[in-house]
């Protein structure tokens, strides 16, 4: 089983970049995790935003495999504490087997065949935050969840 990080568009600002190899490389301890970015489309000025949606959807379901399970970062996903966050984790892993891939998607959102595909929904906050930032906020909470999983002492309640 492993957990992948699907995003639309490179992450190029360098603090973003070390928050996600630093928090990468300490969940690496537990699960097998890899963050994967689908390149930006080109030349969009003249497309809507359906049709951004959607070519970006198409590349996105060209990642995924038929057993993956898919969760949408989306800001009308479910909210979790991160002891909620890690109970569901944990909950997760131990009943389905099946690869996890989380979604981060363009600036627009998902288009509605993604939104199909997903097996779930998550938001991390009802603010919005930049979809750079979002990445390396994502892998902290989901290595906390794994040392709330395991007892560890990085968390705090």
Do not use: C
Not at 84 to 101: F, K, P, Q, T, Y
């Amino acid at each position: 089983m492993k957990i992948t990080l699907l995003t639309v568009g490179k992450t190029d600002i360098k603090w973003v970049k070390d928050g996600i190899e630093l928090y990468s490389s300490r969940l690496r301890h537990y699960i097998q995790f890899s963050m994967e970015e689908i390149q930006e489309l080109k030349g969009t000025a003249s497309l809507t935003r359906e049709q951004i949606k959607t070519k970006e959807g198409e590349l996105i379901l060209k990642r995924l495999r038929p057993s993956d399970e898919v969760i949408l970062l989306d800001e009308h996903g479910k909210e979790y504490t991160s002891v909620e966050w890690a109970r569901n984790m944990e909950a997760r892993l131990s009943r389905s087997g099946r690869d996890i891939v989380f979604i981060i998607g363009g600036a627009y959102g998902f288009s509605q065949d993604v939104y199909s595909r997903a097996d779930g929904k998550m938001s991390l906050s009802r603010m919005t935050f930049s979809h750079q930032m979002v990445r390396t906020i994502f892998i902290e909470q989901l290595y906390r969840a794994f040392t709330i999983m395991k007892g560890e002492p990085y968390h705090h309640e």
